[in-house]
């Protein structure tokens, strides 16, 4: 089978390796495509050394056709259409004994911490897999992954029919974060941004968004004058890094700015700085804030959604280009990321 082996940071080849057999519990997937995520640049471009040392095959955004099945396997055969969930969680911590995986002291996910999925076979555990109804799309299937982190952080969030929101951010996480969204609520959806095509996605997408770019006008007087004053019922922080933070008010304090009084504040930028907070403008509000990271069990519930039309993949897909171009995909997203949501790299028919 061919691979696309990052051999060494910001350096693809796509080599032969092996097929290997599926063990017990296992099942290979013919690799239908895979999707590069923010996490895969910072992986390419050496950002999360050592914890992803190379020679390494990302890739955990992965869906594709059951192959084969390992010994012991019930409920798959091949010809099944299939999502893999990434996360590798240990079972012993007590996060994992209170059910809460996402929280796993020793949290892996394939793809990161284990060769992934930018191949044309994989072998996965049974459990990580999830079956997908035949007119489901197997590229809309490859996103599973990070609408999972959406409606991943709306469950975190307790979002509610007629729940106003505001989303920090509209790059990749804050919009599966509004396609979720607007699965449960139809109220009025405030999109925080610096890039003006980012904000068009959303708005083309949806009826009721209303863009903010703060380059150009002040968020929180904006999303106060239009909720009368009160603010949104949650806000959602999906930025990590500001780019202007002498410019701009930090997205974290942001959101606190943006709720109303007892309203919510969903953190899921991975910054490595500080932020600026100051606690007494949650502390009058008696908020909440409330950090989400990955998905727990929420794929049946993208797939549903998927299966059902009530998402908008299309909206997210910027392009889709052979998985052996893997290395002109990288630098395609990293030279213009305001054109690039998501490349899917295609393996197998």
């Not at 390494?56 to 259409?81: C, L």
């Not at 929280?103 to 459990?127: H, M, P, R, T, W």
């Not at 997210?316 to 893997?326: K, R, T, V």
Request: charged share 20%; aromatic share 8%.
């Amino acid at each position: 089978m061919k691979v696309a082996l990052l051999s060494e940071y910001r350096k693809f080849q796509w080599i032969d390796r092996e097929i290997a057999e599926p063990g017990s519990g296992e099942v290979q997937i013919r690799v239908s495509f895979a999707s590069i995520c923010g996490t895969d640049m910072h992986i390419f471009n050496g950002d999360f050394h050592p914890r992803t040392p190379v020679p390494f095959i990302p890739g955990h955004e992965v869906a594709g056709i059951v192959e084969r099945v390992g010994p012991d396997i019930t409920g798959f055969s091949p010809g099944d259409k299939v999502a893999v969930d990434p996360l590798i969680w240990c079972g012993e911590c007590p996060a994992c004994k209170a059910n809460h995986y996402p929280a796993c002291n020793s949290l892996k996910l394939i793809g990161i911490d284990v060769d992934g999925g930018f191949s044309e076979y994989i072998n996965i555990d049974q459990k990580m897999l999830y079956k997908a109804p035949a007119k489901v799309p197997v590229e809309h299937l490859a996103l599973t992954e990070i609408y999972g982190i959406g409606f991943h952080a709306c469950n975190r969030a307790g979002v509610i029919p007629g729940d106003s929101l505001a989303i920090w951010g509209a790059g990749r996480v804050g919009q599966v974060i509004l396609q979720a969204a607007r699965t449960i609520t139809d109220a009025p959806i405030f999109m925080v941004d610096i890039v003006e095509k980012r904000l068009q996605i959303a708005t083309g997408a949806y009826k009721n968004i209303i863009p903010l770019n703060v380059l150009k006008e002040d968020p929180i007087e904006t999303i106060w004058k239009h909720t009368a004053g009160k603010g949104t019922d949650i806000a959602f922080e999906a930025v990590g890094h500001p780019l202007f933070p002498d410019k701009t008010v930090h997205p974290v304090r942001g959101a606190i700015q943006s709720i109303k009084g007892g309203g919510r504040v969903c953190v899921l930028g991975l910054a490595d700085d500080p932020a600026p907070i100051v606690f007494k403008e949650l502390i009058w509000k008696e908020a909440m804030i409330i950090a989400s990271r990955v998905s727990h069990g929420e794929y049946p519930t993208v797939i549903d959604k998927l299966d059902k039309g009530a998402l908008k993949p299309e909206a997210l897909i910027s392009g889709i280009m052979p998985a052996h171009q893997i290395q002109e995909a990288f630098e395609k997203v990293e030279q213009d990321p305001a054109n690039y949501l998501k490349i899917l790299l295609q393996f197998k028919d």
